[in-house]
């Protein structure tokens, strides 16, 4: 069965593009366009994977990241962050939070396709 993957970001260019990226790669595609989306989605999908900006209306990334993991039916979505801010405090949130990594926008097709590798590997 074809992993699921979720992606939540309000810029729709940036949804694009990752789906892009991934669609031939064997993975059922998702999408949601903010926080409040995204939570809803993931409760209801259950995908293997969320890649969740950090910064989007109605909720961030990061109460979506910290609702999701401190919920038993939904704790082990491994969730990556796509972040335009690239600082130790992004990355100290990201982890308090429960996120299994990070990319800084903008990053290349390539990088997201090895972080998921990574991801799906580990998990």
Do not use: W
């Not at 993975?27 to 969320?50: M, S």
């Not at 910290?66 to 491994?78: F, G, Q, V």
């Amino acid at each position: 069965m074809a992993k699921k993957i979720l992606i939540a970001d309000d810029e729709a260019t940036v949804r694009d593009l990752i789906r892009l990226s991934l669609e031939h790669e064997g993975y059922e595609i998702f999408e949601a366009k903010n926080g409040v989306e995204a939570l809803n989605k993931a409760k209801e999908l259950v995908p293997d994977l969320l890649i969740l900006d950090v910064m989007m209306p109605g909720k961030i990334g990061y109460q979506v990241c910290s609702e999701l993991k401190s919920d038993p039916a939904t704790m082990r979505i491994s969730i990556i962050f796509i972040t335009a801010r690239d600082s130790s405090l992004s990355l100290e949130a990201i982890q308090a939070s429960g996120g299994d990594g990070y990319l800084s926008k903008p990053f290349k097709p390539q990088e997201l396709k090895a972080r998921i590798r990574n991801v799906f590997k580990a998990g």
